[in-house]
């Protein structure tokens, strides 16, 4: 009998918690469509870290607060940026071996670099593409990026070494002019 309790107990609590993060999700969404269409940074974070919140093992919601930050990346916004940044790691220490985590810390990475031409950064970027592409080196959104930076850095030669990798996996016309333009 004492056995049975706790685990009664826990799989309670799992299907309160699963099922508190599914009703949230919808509503946090339209919070969400109401903060971004006014542009309201503050309110829509905290929606994502309220959604966060009810999913601790969830990377979707730390992923889209990364994703929402982006343009302000762009912009090398400083705070802005390690915000993107610190949501962009608790998604990846939420899901270790989900590629696109890494390809989303790379693009901020990257984005980084083109905002102040920071070669470090763009550094920085190939290193988490490369972490992508040893978790799946089929991950198309990784190499496009990963080839875009070794440009960025003026490594032809590995760039389009790249994007034959992805036209050898998805022939692409927009993947091919981009190769040709190099």
């Known amino acids: 009998v004492t056995v049975a309790l706790p685990v009664a107990l826990i ?20 919070h969400l469509l ?4 006014a542009q309201l940074i503050e309110p829509m974070l905290a929606e994502y870290r309220a959604a966060e ?41 939420k899901a270790p071996l989900e590629a696109d985590n890494y390809v989303i810390k790379g693009t901020i990475y990257r984005m980084l670099a083109k905002a102040g031409a920071d070669r470090r950064a763009a550094r920085l970027a190939i290193e988490e593409y490369k972490k992508a ?8 959104n990784a190499l496009r990026d990963i080839a875009k930076t070794y ?32």
């Open 34 to 37: 109401r903060a971004e269409k």
């Open 151 to 182: 440009f960025f850095l003026g490594n032809r030669r590995l760039a389009k070494a790249s994007l034959d990798i992805y036209l050898a996996i998805e022939p692409d016309p927009q993947i091919e002019s981009l190769r040709a333009s190099w």
């Open 133 to 140: 592409l040893e978790l799946n080196p089929r991950n198309l």
């Open 53 to 93: 919140s009810t999913n601790p093992y969830y990377d979707w919601y730390s992923v889209r607060i990364a994703d929402r930050l982006m343009p302000l990346v762009s912009q090398a916004r400083p705070q802005e940026t390690a915000l993107a940044l610190a949501a962009v790691d608790r998604a990846i220490v």
């Open 11 to 30: 799989a309670g609590s799992a299907a309160v918690l699963g099922s508190a993060a599914s009703v949230y999700a919808p509503l946090a969404e339209v």
